[in-house]
């Protein structure tokens, strides 16, 4: 979900203001004193990310948490984790010292782990970790590039739980899409509030006066980029779902279908699309959405704004008995609050330690 100067985006967490709430720590995760773990930045071109329609960077930062020396296997298994709408690398990079705290004690009380952050953003503000021809491929450049670079750099796991795919909103739904289109690459799934039930967490962002009162002729103008980003949160954020769920085709490069038509009419077949991009349609429709080998953890707060629990939980029950390990949990407070414990309890779920429930 996103983040706007006004609106839906600071309703849905995983977004810019999101992004900044999930970086306030309990002390649990406070930085101490002889902290060991590292932080590596690595900046590179993702071959994925050339010649992309919208003309963003190809050329991004990755943030990998290293922990220390003496804390560390032989080989290391990873958790890509993807932030949520608007959230990148950057943050995480601005924000290293809470995050080298959380890999160490990840180190010293589960397991050490390598802990990688990449940078999706779009014009738009995010990508939804999908390939598109609206947008570009960047959930190739996730399992591509962003994977091989890692794994040319560090010793790695190659065996057991090698790869995590983890993820908070925007990034849990990454995190649900990227776990069920790439069954080898990814032993287990961390979706944190993950956006999902699309009819309850984005019906209503759609239907909102920012996007519904927009002419489709100034979408165009925007779309075409003969205009500058709307200053709206609720329309960015609907541009970047129609760029990752409704493109137009390979033979019309960064154009898309909007939801509404001429007159201002919604397409239901246009709604359809979106449809069939959501993680709860896709479950529900094939049992081999998820491999039988895999370990999914979902949870979605109890006090979530956009119900995000409501869609994890329907998850869960679509995918529970066609997996390996399967598990839901509904942890204290709203959308953003306690992402960090949240994303701890489930790496402890993950490696089969006791799990400290979230307060």
């Not at 050339?50 to 990873?78: G, K, W």
């Not at 953003?121 to 491929?137: E, K, V």
């Not at 090698?162 to 776990?179: D, Y």
């Amino acid at each position: 979900m996103r983040s706007d100067n006004g609106g839906r985006k600071q309703r849905k967490a995983g977004w810019a203001p999101v992004v900044a709430a999930c970086l306030i720590f309990h002390s649990a995760f406070s930085p101490a004193t002889g902290t060991a773990a590292t932080l590596d930045v690595i900046t590179f071109a993702g071959p994925a990310l050339r010649n992309n329609p919208l003309h963003d960077p190809v050329v991004r930062r990755v943030a990998i948490f290293v922990p220390s020396p003496d804390a560390e296997q032989s080989r290391l298994p990873v958790v890509y984790f993807l932030p949520g709408y608007g959230g990148s690398s950057e943050d995480f990079i601005v924000h290293s010292n809470q995050w080298l705290a959380f890999t160490q004690r990840i180190a010293d009380e589960i397991t050490p782990m390598l802990l990688v952050v990449p940078d999706c953003r779009t014009r738009w503000g995010g990508s939804q970790y999908l390939n598109s021809p609206a947008q570009g491929n960047y959930a190739d450049y996730v399992c591509h590039d962003v994977v091989s670079l890692v794994e040319r750099r560090y010793l790695t796991a190659t065996n057991g739980i090698r790869r995590i795919i983890a993820g908070h909103s925007s990034g849990g739904f990454g995190a649900l899409r990227l776990g069920m289109g790439h069954h080898p690459l990814f032993d287990g799934v961390i979706a944190l509030s993950p956006d999902s039930d699309f009819p309850v967490s984005h019906l209503p962002l759609v239907k909102l006066p920012g996007v519904t009162h927009v002419p489709l002729s100034q979408i165009q103008l925007i779309e075409a980029g003969q205009t500058g980003r709307p200053k709206n949160g609720d329309l960015l954020y609907a541009l970047g779902l129609s760029a990752a769920y409704a493109p137009k085709g390979v033979l019309y490069p960064g154009r898309f279908e909007w939801l509404y038509d001429a007159q201002g009419h919604f397409r239901p077949d246009v709604w359809q699309r979106w449809l069939a991009n959501d993680p709860l349609t896709l479950a529900e429709n094939d049992s081999r959405a998820f491999a039988s080998t895999q370990v999914v953890y979902l949870d979605g707060a109890a006090r979530d704004q956009y119900s995000a629990n409501v869609g994890a939980k329907a998850i869960y029950e679509a995918i529970r008995n066609h997996v390996r390990r399967c598990t839901f949990y509904e942890p204290p407070g709203g959308h953003g609050d306690h992402v960090p414990e949240r994303l701890a309890r489930g790496l402890e779920w993950i490696f089969g330690r006791p799990v400290q429930d979230v307060q």
